[in-house]
């Protein structure tokens, strides 16, 4: 059966586990309360440069485009001259 002390002592031990529990707990959520708090101004940040972005005039000048148009030369089939074609011919009599 257990003693009175030993009943103490296990509860006190309990007790401490839960505690060294909680202070981690404690420690954790304040490091995401931390990282959260940092994410926060990064957003802040990035909203306020889009504002100014967003604010900021930039002109973009057009520039007109006027498309050229080759008119396409006539050629004709025979658009090299071409060596000609010497024939030789005989002509033969027969007596």
Known sequence: M???N???ENTKLSFSYVKKD??????AIADLNEK????????ATLLGEVGK???KKVSIKKVKVKKKVKKAKKTSKK???????????????YS
């Open 79 to 93: 658009s090299k001259p071409r060596a000609k074609k010497v024939v030789k011919t005989e002509t033969v009599t």
């Open 53 to 55: 972005i967003r604010t």
């Open 22 to 27: 909680l202070m981690r707990l404690n420690d």
């Open 36 to 43: 959260i708090q940092h994410l926060s101004l990064n957003q």
């Open 2 to 4: 257990v003693t009175p």
């Open 6 to 8: 030993q009943l103490e």
